[in-house]
Each structure stands twice: as structure tokens, then as C-alpha cells.
T-cell receptor, first 111, second 116 residues
């Protein structure tokens, strides 16, 4: 049972434009949501997080939005840069410190 | 960068052989995790540890065992490797809970395991 789903395996955008990556979840008990970024042959790196009591968190070019009623999470990257090309995973905290990850979305930013 | 190393980084083995992967941290973090990454599945938790000699199962623990005899080391063992265990394995660490806040997990560089 996939509790965290990223329905788009890939996304391609032009440099300077906005990238929007989406994530849906089913478990209403999730209390923290995170985005990780992964380059080939490296481990994932933490990007940004949001508590379930908030609906928006911003960090530079990255903004995460949470819509609890729709059980939907999105990551906005503005402006997109070629160095942003990577696989992005959304994750949600369940019990304790455990995370449940989505399948990942490959973002390609074209120069 | 968090001090996490994994060894080996690459391994090719044959079906039925035992395999042990090692994760070593220099951050003195309480929690350590083993994940596997497969196409279409993202990262799935195998086992995790919340202290020395304290471990628990994740969502895909069948065929795997773990041990943590020291804070800094977390070992993942495949007792008898199968082709379905061909994957990229990631170790992660975190400080765990701190009141109501969340401490993110930091990941190692990964181990690519191929079981022939």
C-alpha cells in the first residue's frame, strides 16, 4: 500500500521557468513532510520540510505547499536552474523518526 | 556534510552467498537506517536502529538482518543473497526526535549490490 505517491516519473522545464513537483498521500496521521534531492551516484540530500500545522514553507528558490484537505504536497522551484536537474523524493513522517518515501520524480531543467 | 560512509561502494555476488554491508558515522547520532532504492519504488526502509543493540523492522525486512554493537556502526546482512536483492542500498542517520520538531535524515553515498 503506497501511502506516499508521486504520480509523475519525470518533468522537463526550461531554465528560468517554474518547476512544480507534486506528491499525494493517504495517511492523515503524517505530521511532517520533506523533500529530498538526489543526484546520480550520490545519496539523497535534504531540501526542505513542512509541518502539518503549516500550509507553506519557503527557503530561497524553493517553496513547499501543503493542502491537508486534499492530502497533497507540492514543491515549487523558481527560477529553475540546470543544476536543479535531479530526482526529487517527497517523504512523510509516520511513527517516531521513520519516513515513508514516494517513488521520485526526475526533473530535467533545459538550458 | 554529515560524516557517513558506506562500504563497500560496489559489490557483485552470487545467489546464495552471504553479504554484509557496513555503515559508519562520525556524528554520534542515535538513529541509523537502512533503505533500498529500486526503480518505481523510491526508497523503502529495511531496518532501523534507535540505539546500540536496539533495532526494529521496516517495510521490506524479509531476507535481511542488522546489528548495531557500537553507536557509529550499523551492519546490514543478507544471509543468503537472492537476485531480488539486487539494488542500491542507502544508510541514513538522524538525531531522532527533539520535542515536537523533526530532525531530518542524512544519507550516505550508497552501495550498489548486484546478485547474479
Amino acid at each position: 500500500d503506497q501511502q506516499v505517491k508521486q504520480n509523475s516519473p519525470s518533468l522537463s522545464v526550461q531554465e528560468g521557468r517554474i518547476s512544480i513537483l507534486n506528491c499525494d498521500y493517504t495517511n492523515s496521521m503524517f505530521d511532517y513532510f520533506l523533500w529530498y534531492k538526489k543526484y546520480p551516484a550520490e545519496g539523497p540530500t535534504f531540501l526542505i520540510s513542512i509541518s502539518s500545522i503549516k500550509d507553506k514553507n519557503e527557503d530561497g528558490r524553493f517553496t513547499v505547499f501543503l493542502n491537508k484537505s486534499a492530502k497533497h504536497l507540492s514543491l515549487h522551484i523558481v527560477p529553475s536552474q540546470p543544476g536543479d536537474s535531479a530526482v526529487y523524493f517527497c517523504a512523510a513522517r509516520t511513527s517516531g523518526s521513520r519516513l515513508t518515501f514516494g517513488e521520485g520524480t526526475q526533473l530535467t531543467v533545459n538550458p | 556534510d554529515a560524516g557517513i560512509t558506506q562500504s563497500p561502494r560496489h559489490k557483485v555476488t552470487e545467489t546464495g552467498t552471504p553479504v554484509t554491508l557496513r555503515c559508519h558515522q562520525t556524528e554520534n547520532h542515535r538513529y541509523m537506517y537502512w533503505y533500498r532504492q529500486d526503480p518505481g519504488h523510491g526508497l523503502r526502509l529495511i531496518h532501523y536502529s534507535y540505539g546500540v543493540k536496539d533495532t526494529d523492522k521496516g517495510e521490506v525486512s524479509d531476507g535481511y538482518s542488522v546489528s548495531r554493537s557500537k553507536t557509529e556502526d550499523f551492519l546490514l546482512t543478507l544471509e543468503s543473497a537472492t537476485s531480488s536483492q539486487t539494488s542500491v542500498y542507502f544508510c541514513a542517520i538522524s538525531e531522532g526526535l527533539a520535542g515536537s520538531s523533526y530532525n531530518e535524515q542524512f544519507f550516505g553515498p550508497g552501495t550498489r549490490l548486484t546478485v547474479l
